[in-house]
């Protein structure tokens, strides 16, 4: 039986999958098992930061799965050590809870932030206010967080406590805010709402509002964290840093992990028992991370990424069909004047390259250490299609 066909029989058919089966990938391009190659502007959804099996995260990941590839949070590894320590010096944080993806992690960031406050004002200050169009998972209190009607079906009744305000509307925001309020949950950029950016008044003044109540800030960079943005926080184009920050997808180059960073004033709130992951701070993980973030953070990196994407952006300010382009860094929507975003994606798989779309929007999330000759191949095959 072919792999599709055992897909049909034995997956849950809860994705829509193009019809390529992936095969083999190496720097930034993969191929399926007919030997046919495609350029990677996804990343996997922006996990493989890396690109495709670089090497020495290769070697990292594999020298420790030879090593020792789990432990159990009963005892200590060098190997999470030493990615904690990473993580929250170069993110200025000062502890990190591991986990195994973004919903994890934004869980771990809803139960710190209700923690935080009943511990300080006791019971009834559990509310977390988030945006409208906002994504931050499928689990149950991350769906019921997500600020968007269409994932409220079916699943009820979803979890109490969840208000959610209109982006880059202050007063909306506001008049939200009342007793029962101990966080407000934001992406910098809502990425599976469609590439949009926060306008920096915006958060300016969700930063003031909080301040002024002792209200959490969690920020949710599972989609914008690790460089995604050209910086190693979205956050800091901002030049605000929340009280949490979640990272997840690109964290450890495409192997799962989930990470919950908490600042100064919450550091002390998740105390033993009060939460776990048995697989979170796994070492194979964490020796990804730190491969990533080795390079991630080495000299002029994050300028490269900015770089590239401005290189990106040039190209499509020459194509007719473009009629806006919207994100920061290399996490880019591409508004269209008349083709639709999903037939684009379609027509870019025949032709070997490979897109993503975010609402009516096509997507990139290209690897952050694409190559310039990668890029302007990937390029002209989608401005092929466009100006068809
Ligand atoms: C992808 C994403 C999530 C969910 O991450 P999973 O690893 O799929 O659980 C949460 N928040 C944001 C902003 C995301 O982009």
């Not at 594999?62 to 590839?69: D, H």
């Not at 932030?113 to 945006?131: E, N, P, Q, V």
């Not at 407000?184 to 109540?213: H, N, P, S, T």
């Not at 697989?279 to 491969?291: E, L, M, V």
Request: hydrophobic share 35%; proline share 2%; charged share 25%.
């Amino acid at each position: 039986m072919d792999t599709i066909n055992k897909f049909d029989s034995y997956v849950i058919h809860s994705y829509g999958r193009y019809p390529l089966v992936m095969d083999s990938g190496s720097e930034r391009t993969c191929t399926d098992e007919n030997n046919k190659e495609y350029i990677d502007f996804g990343s996997g959804i922006g996990t493989n930061s890396l690109g495709f099996c670089d090497e020495d995260w290769a070697e990292a990941v594999c020298r420790q799965a030879r090593t020792l590839q789990h432990s159990s949070n009963y005892y200590y590894t060098a190997v999470q050590g030493e990615f904690a320590e990473t993580l929250c010096k170069s993110t200025g944080y000062e502890k990190v809870f591991f986990c195994n993806s973004g919903a994890e992690a934004n869980e771990c960031a809803i139960k710190s932030a209700r923690k935080y406050s009943f511990d300080k004002y006791g019971k009834g200050r559990h509310t977390i206010i988030t945006l409208v169009n906002s994504f931050h998972g499928r689990t149950m209190a991350t769906l019921s967080a997500t600020g968007q009607d269409s994932f409220h079906n079916y699943f009820f009744p979803f979890l109490e406590g969840f208000v959610h305000a209109e982006a880059n509307n202050i007063d909306d925001l506001k008049s939200k805010i009342d007793d029962t309020v101990c966080a407000v949950m934001l992406e910098y950029v809502q990425g599976e709402g469609g590439v949009i950016a926060l306008d920096k008044e915006f958060v300016d003044a969700v930063y003031e509002l909080c301040g002024q109540r002792d209200i959490l800030v969690i920020a949710d960079e599972v989609q914008t964290g690790v460089g995604r943005t050209g910086k190693l926080l979205a956050g800091e184009h901002y030049g605000r840093k929340a009280d949490i920050t979640t990272l997840a997808k690109g964290i450890a180059g495409g192997i799962p992990m989930g990470a919950c960073l908490f600042g100064e004033k919450v550091k002390e709130v998740l105390t033993p028992g009060t939460h776990g992951s048995t697989f979170g701070g796994n070492p194979i993980a964490c020796a990804g991370g730190n491969a990533v973030f080795a390079k991630v953070t080495g000299e002029g990196f994050l300028d490269e990424v900015s770089k590239k994407a401005d290189y990106i952006k040039s190209r499509l300010a020459e194509c007719s069909e473009v009629e806006s382009v919207s994100g920061l860094g290399l996490m880019i929507g591409i508004t269209l004047k008349n083709k639709n975003a999903a037939d684009v994606v379609k027509t870019a798989l025949d032709k070997g390259l490979l897109l993503l779309t975010a609402k009516t929007k096509v997507r990139l999330l290209p690897p952050l250490n694409i190559g310039y000759d990668e890029l302007e191949r990937g390029m002209n095959i989608l401005i092929d299609i466009l100006e068809d």
